[in-house]
Nanobody, 116 residues
Framework: QVQLVESGGGLVQPGGSLRLSCAAS????????MGWYRQAPGKQRELVAG???????NYADSVKGRFTISRDNAKNTVTLQMNSLKPEDTAVYYC??????????WGQGTQVTVSS
């Protein structure tokens, strides 16, 4: 079964940067969108950033101007560049691929902790 594998999480000081990457372990067809979500303790999972197969992007208001999502359609990878990180960005980050016909794929999550 194809899985999504995330990497790049960790501990960073406020104002620092991290780069998250997500790749599929095998081939996934008919992807129409990729995205990054996060879930902080005691909170619901929320969309952080999304990107369509055509390259259109959308961001949560809380990360606009600080985070950038990008994708490589040929390699089926999606990346989230996170700059100017704040303590409130602390969460488990999940990548997701949305496909026609099959549904959504999810990664296992990677912890991002912003703390001094």
């Amino acid at each position: 079964q194809v899985q999504l594998v995330e990497s790049g999480g960790g501990l960073v000081q406020p104002g620092g940067s991290l780069r998250l990457s997500c790749a599929a372990s095998g081939s996934i067809a008919n992807i129409y969108a990729m995205g990054w979500y996060r879930q902080a303790p005691g909170k619901q999972r929320e969309l952080v950033a999304g990107i369509t197969s055509g390259g259109s992007t959308n961001y949560a208001d809380s990360v606009k101007g600080r985070f950038t999502i990008s994708r490589d359609n040929a390699k089926n990878t999606v990346t989230l560049q996170m700059n100017s990180l704040k303590p409130e960005d602390t969460a488990v980050y999940y990548c997701s691929f949305k496909t026609w016909y099959v549904g959504d794929y999810w990664g296992q999550g990677t912890q991002v902790t912003v703390s001094s």
